[in-house]
Nanobody
């Protein structure tokens, strides 16, 4: 499956953005979808994941209550709604997908990655 993330940009602290992840090539609904981010000079961190059918979600503590992951399998698209953004949320955001074969659906490894979209939060 090929993934393309979009929707990043410049936003003031306290603002909101919605990222999108468009999938193509294979049946999107087969895959767990996740969002990760990488700030300059730092490692890539997990943000959120959603099960193939969209019933279950999982969040990193740092974004729980502020970010919402969702998906529309009919449109082959996943989303990450980000509210109450902080300067420390500034990073390149990546969507990713993995096949699910049991256990905790959000666990790595993720097999497919999009190209990233940049989010900058000004103070």
């Amino acid at each position: 499956v090929q993934l393309q993330a979009s929707g990043g940009g410049l936003v003031q602290a306290g603002g909101s953005l919605r990222l999108s992840c468009a999938a193509s090539g294979r049946t999107f609904s087969w895959y767990v979808m996740g969002w990760f981010r990488q700030a300059p000079g730092k490692e890539r961190d997990f943000m959120a994941a959603i099960s193939p059918g969209g019933v279950s979600t999982y969040y990193a503590d740092s974004v729980k209550g502020r970010f919402t992951i969702s998906r529309d399998n009919a449109k082959n698209t996943g989303y990450l709604r980000m509210n109450s953004l902080k300067p420390e949320d500034t990073a390149t955001y990546y969507c990713a997908a993995r096949t699910y074969s049991g256990g905790n659906f959000y666990m790595p490894p993720y097999d497919y990655w999009g190209q990233g979209t940049e989010v900058t939060v000004s103070s």
